[in-house]
């Protein structure tokens, strides 16, 4: 164990912060913090005037796990259950990817993208924790949407943030894979980040994020399989005028938009980029 029983909340961080370096965690000192201001119900200022605290028997063992699951390169976001998205809560498991700051890029593309069509249905394929689908309802009180997935587990997920943010009278979730879900429902825009790293960079990613379920990042080969799957039907789901909104790779923007091309599909605009200045989202309608 770690963390002992009688050890200070100080002396728990300088511990914690420094077997977390020890492993190579570059976020060492801050994931210490997270985990102990989570653990203990306190803020930042709360475990500073808690400084001289001794911890006890029961927070000593839950940090322990805590710091052995992080050791293990397990998130912080994924021991603690908890991530911030569009300055929302959302629950994480391992059964669902982590949202990411980066994909808020892909949310506030779509938004813009829909800005003038009143009541827009919404299809989120791929929707994992659901947080694409539930920001974007959470922006747009006048629309409704459905999430798609085929891990049933992250769609109890889904589901749940759904409810904790009041927006399950608006948002349904399906098992099954992409468009194939939506029937004859037709939609005024369809978003996704779907799986999109090519299966041999697998291994090469930071150990945290191979600890997220391979479904939501195996895009198959070349990274492209799942966009491959979403544009041979996704035309048939398009009310006049739709749009199709998608998270891509740094190095996949031609490539995307030519997948869809073939299937009657133009970009709108050139790719939006993220804060990190990488192209990040595509906005395509059919011709």
């Known amino acids: 164990m770690i963390l002992s029983a009688g050890a200070t909340v100080a002396r728990a961080e300088q511990l914690l912060s420094q077997a977390f370096r020890d492993a190579g965690i570059d976020t060492a000192m801050l ?66 990817l982590v949202p990411r700051p980066d994909t808020e890029t892909l949310v506030e593309a779509a938004l813009t993208a829909i800005a003038d069509r009143a009541s827009p249905i919404i299809a989120d394929l791929g929707t994992g924790t659901g947080a694409i689908l539930c920001s974007l309802l959470h922006e747009r009180r006048d629309a409704f949407g459905v999430g798609v997935d085929i891990s049933a587990a992250a769609l ?55 600890h997220e379920p391979i479904l939501a990042l195996d895009g198959g080969a070349d990274g492209l399989d799942a966009y491959r799957a979403i544009a041979v039907d996704v035309t048939r789901v398009l009310k006049p005028g739709a749009v199709v909104a998608l998270e ?12 869809f091309a073939g299937h009657g599909l133009t970009l709108v605009r050139p790719a939006v980029r993220d804060l990190g200045g990488n192209p990040r989202a595509l906005i395509l309608q059919r011709n």
């Open 156 to 210: 109890d997920v889904a589901r749940g943030n759904a409810r904790r943010l009041n927006l399950a009278t608006r948002a349904r979730f399906i098992r099954a894979s992409f468009t194939a879900a939506l029937g004859n429902q037709r939609v005024d825009l369809v978003v996704s980040n779907p799986p999109y790293i090519g299966t041999a960079e697998i291994a090469r990613l930071e150990p945290e994020v191979r």
């Open 248 to 259: 891509i790779g740094a190095t996949q923007e031609s490539a995307v938009a030519a997948v």
């Open 31 to 96: 994931d210490a913090r997270f985990l102990l201001q989570a653990r203990l119900g306190v803020d930042r200022t709360g475990l500073l005037s808690d400084a001289t605290r001794e911890l006890t028997i029961i927070e000593a063992e839950a940090l322990s796990r805590d710091a052995a699951r992080r050791l293990a390169r397990e998130s912080v976001a994924v021991i603690l259950g908890e991530q911030e998205f569009w300055s929302l809560p959302f629950r994480v498991t391992r059964d669902t």
